[in-house]
């Protein structure tokens, strides 16, 4: 069973960038698809993006699209996510999840994940 830790959050000015990583312990990445979720301030947690670790595919919410790069390091097994452009609206604790990827068919449905690291907090101030 893979546990991931989240980390890289912190407080940035509108414009700034910052970069999550999510690192697997107790199981390689291997044929696992990673996402990426938030939750702001009273609204419900929503996708950001995704990435099959074995091929690489990428998927991203249209929110994040070209401000935002999911990549993967696979000798540190640690997926990245960089976040460019930022502004206030992408205040939000930040999650990584975890599915074996023949089980996933949806990258954006949260619940199909089956493993969840604890939250890193992103505060963007405008």
């Known amino acids: 069973e893979v546990q991931l830790q989240a980390s890289g959050g912190g407080l940035v000015q509108a414009g700034g960038s910052l970069r999550l990583s999510c690192t697997a312990s107790?199981?390689?990445?291997?044929?696992?698809?990673i996402g990426w979720f938030r939750r702001a301030p009273g609204k419900e947690r929503e996708a950001v993006s995704s990435?099959?670790?074995?091929?690489?595919?990428?998927f991203y919410a249209d929110s994040v699209k070209g401000r935002f790069t999911i990549s993967r390091d696979k000798f540190k097994n640690t997926v990245y996510l960089q976040m460019d452009s930022l502004k206030p609206e992408d205040t939000a604790v930040y999650y990584c999840?975890?599915?074996?990827?023949?089980?996933?068919?949806?990258?954006?449905?949260?619940?199909?994940?089956?493993?969840w690291g604890k939250g890193t907090l992103v505060t963007v101030s405008s």
């Open positions: 990435v099959a670790w074995n091929d690489g595919s990428t």
């Open positions: 107790g199981d390689t990445f291997d044929d696992y698809a």
């Open positions: 999840a975890a599915v074996l990827d023949e089980e996933l068919n949806t990258w954006s449905h949260q619940s199909e994940y089956d493993y």
